[in-house]
């Protein structure tokens, strides 16, 4: 589990004040695995009939913490180069586009890569990427696609990548909590590659994406976040909410009432004005009891597109994931249709499954594991072949880039939590925890103060209103995202000029 390193607030939301009484907590019962599931075990068991787990207040023992703020923890934008759209299309109008990503060898043929096959059920403890970092309710990252990972030891005003090796190793002990959705068969990631061909490093221009995120309510917890790219004209932004219960023996994860899903714009180029609403499908976390943790995936998501040229045709996606059963083994098996949906009409709000949409409506199908291949094709010709849409096996994280703690504000996420990170990372679990009691005293005290003056909390980074699940970004927030992309690289940048890309 992340840092804790939300402030209480109040915003113009329906917010209520922090739970009355005690924190649930439980005694911390070492650094070991068994002490660490012991813990683990103990609150589920207190969490056994809790509408939602997301809005209880929790102390938790700090060998149950990551030296990772939960801003930077918990993010959507692990694959940046897929966000950027790098592909190219063939002459052949019947091929898909082809992806112009950075891999890693891909792993072996699992048995679990069609909707006809099995895989077998085993835990899941990858260890867990560390994410970006700015504010101590608000997180600003800026990173540079195309770069291998460029994790050098931290130099003095020069940004650090969000994923450390030394981070990693300190993680390597809390496994348990490092819940994954990769393939437990994937290869491993060390150097990628563009396609089969190592790219010419040193002088090839870079996509950089900055990705700014607050947390705007404590109770419940909200954040917003948004992710900007100019030289594609490409922005992704939502509202980030979940709500949480346990289920028999798992965790089951729904998004909150604030969350509507990932929101892609494209704001020039092919495509302009077009809109892709995103939502979430259903997590839950399994094998608690066992102290072996996998994750499973089901119920729907749905892909919306709005906006573009009038007329038409418009288009939605359904990605069905199938339903695992209690006993035996979890398959990880997905599938999903591409469909043409009428603006205005709300039939099609109905069908979120694959065999609710008429055959008529049907573009493209798609199947496989959404841990490894996935395999696609058109309906107009059901007798054709599949083709591999995407391996999944093959894409891992992609480091961040972080401003270094010198030219990070005082109540930035990594600044703010420094000496607690510093000392969970030396095993230092009490200092950690006399560290962390104070940072959540002073924000308690300061909640006090804005109510005992009648104060309300305002983000500051983004608008207060976040009813339609799109955050608009203050005048504050746009100039931390225009901060953050003109931050310095190691790497060439691609620019915009008159709204066309150019090297």
């Known amino acids: 589990m992340a840092n804790d390193d939300v402030t209480p607030v109040r915003t113009p939301l329906d917010v209520d004040d922090e739970p009355a009484g005690q924190a649930v907590s439980v005694p911390d019962a070492g650094d070991t695995g068994e002490g660490k599931l012991k813990m683990i075990v103990q609150l589920v068991k207190k969490c056994l009939g809790v509408k939602d787990i997301a809005s209880m207040r929790l102390s938790l023992p700090a060998s149950l913490l990551e030296p990772i703020p939960n801003l930077e923890y918990w993010h959507y934008l692990d694959r940046p180069d897929l966000f950027a759209a790098g592909e190219s299309y063939p002459s052949d109008p019947t091929q898909p586009p082809i992806q112009h990503l950075y891999l890693s060898e891909a792993a072996a043929r699992s048995s679990y890569s069609a909707l006809s096959a099995l895989s077998p059920r085993k835990a899941i403890s990858e260890t867990a990427s560390m994410r970006s970092g700015r504010s101590g309710i608000s997180t600003v990252s800026g990173l540079s696609l195309l770069s291998k990972g460029y994790s050098t030891p931290a130099t003095p005003g020069r940004s650090t990548p969000a994923t450390s090796p030394d981070l990693f190793e300190a993680e390597l002990d809390a496994q348990m909590s490092n819940l994954s959705l990769g393939n437990i068969n994937a290869s491993k990631s060390g150097d990628l590659i563009e396609g089969e061909e190592i790219p010419a490093l040193a002088d090839r221009p870079r996509v950089r994406i900055a990705y700014l995120t607050e947390q705007v309510s404590h109770h419940p917890p909200v954040s917003a976040f948004t992710a900007y790219c100019p030289s594609r004209q490409l922005e992704l932004s939502g509202i980030d909410q979940?709500?949480?219960?346990?289920?028999?023996?798992?965790?089951?994860?729904?998004?909150?009432?604030?969350?509507?899903?990932?929101?892609?714009?494209?704001?020039?180029?092919?495509?302009?004005?077009?809109?892709?609403?995103?939502?979430?499908?259903?997590?839950?976390?399994?094998?608690?009891?066992?102290?072996?943790?996998?994750?499973?995936?089901?119920?729907?998501?749905?892909?919306?597109?709005?906006?573009?040229?009038?007329?038409?045709?418009?288009?939605?996606?359904?990605?069905?994931?199938?339903?695992?059963?209690?006993?035996?083994?979890?398959?990880?098996?997905?599938?999903?249709?591409?469909?043409?949906?009428?603006?205005?009409?709300?039939?099609?709000?109905?069908?979120?499954?694959?065999?609710?949409?008429?055959?008529?409506?049907?573009?493209?199908?798609?199947?496989?594991?959404?841990?490894?291949?996935?395999?696609?094709?058109?309906?107009?010709?059901?007798?054709?072949?599949?083709?591999?849409?995407?391996?999944?096996?093959?894409?891992?994280?992609?480091?961040?880039?972080?401003?270094?703690?010198?030219?990070?504000?005082?109540?930035?996420?990594?600044?703010?939590?420094?000496?607690?990170?510093?000392?969970?990372?030396?095993?230092?679990?009490?200092?950690?925890?006399?560290?962390?009691?104070?940072?959540?005293?002073?924000?308690?005290?300061?909640?006090?103060?804005?109510?005992?003056?009648?104060?309300?909390?305002?983000?500051?980074?983004?608008?207060?209103?976040?009813?339609?699940?799109?955050?608009?970004?203050?005048?504050?927030?746009?100039?931390?995202?225009?901060?953050?992309?003109?931050?310095?690289?190691?790497?060439?940048?691609?620019?915009?000029v008159d709204g066309v890309e150019t090297p």
């Open 242 to 496: 979940i709500s949480a219960k346990v289920s028999g023996t798992t965790i089951r994860v729904t998004p909150g009432n604030f969350n509507k899903g990932a929101f892609v714009r494209i704001k020039g180029g092919y495509g302009a004005g077009e809109t892709y609403q995103i939502t979430h499908p259903i997590a839950s976390v399994n094998g608690i009891l066992r102290g072996s943790f996998y994750v499973t995936v089901s119920e729907s998501t749905i892909v919306t597109c709005t906006g573009g040229p009038e007329g038409g045709p418009y288009y939605r996606a359904i990605i069905e994931y199938k339903e695992e059963s209690w006993l035996g083994r979890a398959h990880f098996l997905c599938e999903g249709v591409i469909h043409t949906y009428t603006p205005g009409s709300r039939e099609h709000e109905e069908w979120t499954k694959v065999k609710h949409v008429p055959r008529s409506r049907i573009v493209a199908v798609f199947d496989g594991s959404w841990k490894h291949l996935i395999r696609w094709k058109r309906a107009i010709d059901p007798d054709s072949s599949y083709a591999t849409l995407l391996d999944i096996s093959t894409l891992h994280v992609i480091p961040k880039a972080v401003r270094a703690l010198e030219k990070q504000l005082p109540d930035e996420s990594r600044k703010l939590w420094e000496n607690v990170t510093n000392k969970l990372m030396a095993k230092e679990y009490s200092d950690a925890t006399k560290h962390k009691l104070a940072i959540e005293q002073k924000q308690r005290d300061d909640a006090a103060e804005r109510k005992r003056k009648g104060q309300m909390f305002v983000p500051k980074y983004f608008e207060p209103d976040l009813d339609s699940g799109i955050p608009t970004l203050t005048e504050e927030g746009r100039k931390a995202l225009e901060e953050e992309l003109k931050e310095e690289g190691p790497y060439p940048l691609e620019s915009v």
